[in-house]
């Protein structure tokens, strides 16, 4: 079972994220994607409180702490989220870049203008 924090206010969800992992955060110019896979129990979390962020932690497989925000737009629900590592935040767009990157320098087995988009 995932703790979420629920709020109106980017500035509240970086309290709930030092609150919760000891880290200040910019969320100021993050990047935000469509999230189609939001649980509906999220959505009618949010939807219930009137709020327009959720936030939560948790470990994934590879036993990094990772922190998710999703953010509600009307009908329309976006993510973001980050890794937690040694104490340092890196966003989910930076390791999917270095990703793209170790991919295509090992077998070429991508798009060299997949790396910059």
Excluded: C
Excluded at 46 to 64: A, C, D, P, Q, R
């Amino acid at each position: 079972m995932l703790n979420y924090s629920l709020s109106n206010s980017l500035d509240d969800i970086k309290i709930a994220v030092y609150a919760r992992i000891g880290i200040n955060i910019n969320l100021d110019k993050v990047k935000w994607e469509k999230n189609q896979d939001l649980s509906i129990s999220v959505k009618h979390l949010m939807n219930k409180h009137h709020v327009s962020f959720s936030m939560t932690t948790y470990f994934n497989k590879k036993n990094i702490k990772n922190f998710v925000i999703n953010m509600r737009v009307g009908d329309n629900w976006f993510i973001t989220g980050f890794y937690v590592i040694d104490g340092k935040y890196y966003s989910w767009d930076f390791f999917d870049a270095f990703e793209k990157i170790k991919r295509f320098l090992e077998d070429h087995s991508i798009d060299p203008k997949e790396i910059l988009n």
